[in-house]
């Protein structure tokens, strides 16, 4: 018995406010469906951020639903949490993976945590913020003690374990029960694969690149998806790396020497099928007037974006972003400067509170501030059952 485990796929997100890099999302999310039947898998496990947020947009929705409709004729089922993104977190409020329900999706929540394939134990979790940590430790435990009662099962999770993420985290890894057959992580957008309890722990990685921190990692290991054979006494567990449809290329110049490293730019991405995201930093510069001409000359009809960093003497750093196609507006800026801080969850409050204060929707926003501090900043607390 195999199955196929994708996380973060994060339909709908539009990176750097550019129409061309959420086809890019979609594009990789139809490469990765059509894999996965020509892998004759018996089921699929989403663990979280199927959508970049809570309120898909039409052309997100219909990506996954024709996703899910060529599954489902395959006879595939699939399985799926929701994520931080997928979640407004406030009482009573249900992800958009609980439209597709009638599609086949079984939709694993707090009040609804498992479901058996054949003889598998599938159990899981939606994404729960710190202040729940709580009721999150008490919920795994009860699924503990079912997956107990079953030779295989699988826990499905979109959580930050201390491990593996460095400053924020949900859980602690002597928090995670250690007798389940294989972790189904989501959340992490970098891929890990590792042995936990009597099976493995693994995090697919996000399957295109959301953050430019992620191009480590992707030059690394790859962007794509997981095939997890259950039939031997410890899963196997197989990354498949999806080709992404365009090229993020990273380059360090001097500005003394700019112009050849722009030829030499220019012949590496000539023939590229799509324009690529060129992030480009020039030291050593004396005139940024002069250097932003000759990049922006010579490479604004061959890039889709170029993110220039020029580094002066004795100055601080001068951050440009150059869109050839698409006017960024001040949502997207803010977006892109927020990238540095590495938190989803302050992205989406200071673009959300912008978009209400630039309405003078004041009582709104204020709702937001306040809802957005007690969910992240509150004192534990733990959530009561009939609150789920």
């Not at 690149?209 to 191009?215: F, G, R």
């Amino acid at each position: 018995m195999k199955f196929a485990h994708l996380a973060d796929t994060h339909l709908g997100y539009r990176q750097f406010g550019l129409f061309e890099r959420e086809k890019d999302f979609y594009e990789v999310f139809d490469k990765i469906i059509d894999r996965i039947i020509e892998e004759k898998v018996d089921f699929v496990i989403h663990s979280g951020d199927l959508f970049d947020n809570a309120r898909p947009s039409p052309l997100a929705l219909f990506t996954f639903q024709k996703g899910l409709i060529k599954l489902k004729n395959a006879n595939i089922p699939v399985y799926a949490i929701a994520g931080n993104h997928d979640s407004v977190l406030r009482k009573g409020s249900i992800p958009p993976q609980v439209l597709f329900k009638k599609f086949g999706l079984k939709v694993i929540s707090p009040i609804n945590t498992n479901y058996m394939y054949k003889d598998v134990f599938i159990g899981g979790l939606p994404f729960y913020p710190s202040s729940q940590y709580k009721n999150l430790k008490n919920k795994l435990s009860d699924l503990s003690k079912k997956a107990a009662n079953h030779e295989k099962s699988i826990l499905v999770l979109h959580q930050g374990i201390d491990k593996y993420f460095n400053l924020q985290y949900e859980l602690e890894i002597g928090d995670v029960p250690d007798n389940f057959t294989y972790y189904a992580m989501g959340h992490l957008h970098n891929y890990i694969h590792d042995d936990f309890g009597e099976g493995k722990l693994v995090y697919p990685g996000s399957s295109e690149i959301w953050k430019t921190n992620e191009l480590e990692d992707y030059r690394k290991n790859g962007k794509g998806f997981i095939i997890v054979d259950l039939d031997g006494k410890k899963p196997v567990v197989n990354r498949i790396a999806i080709t992404l449809p365009r090229e993020f290329i990273q380059r360090t110049l001097d500005y003394e020497d700019l112009a050849r490293g722009v030829e030499e730019i220019k012949e590496t991405i000539r023939n590229f099928d799509k324009k690529p995201i060129l992030d480009l930093t020039v030291n050593n510069v004396t005139s940024t007037t002069n250097a932003y001409e000759i990049i922006n000359e010579e490479l604004e009809d061959l890039a889709l974006m170029i993110r220039p960093k020029f580094i002066t003497p004795g100055e601080d750093d001068i951050d440009l972003i150059i869109d050839q196609e698409n006017a960024l507006g001040p949502i997207e800026v803010l977006s892109s400067r927020l990238e540095s801080y590495d938190d989803e969850d302050i992205t989406k409050f200071a673009t959300e509170l912008y978009g209400l204060l630039s309405k003078d929707r004041n009582d709104e926003a204020r709702e937001l501030i306040d809802e957005f501090y007690n969910e992240k900043y509150a004192v534990e607390e733990e959530v009561e059952e009939d609150e789920q």
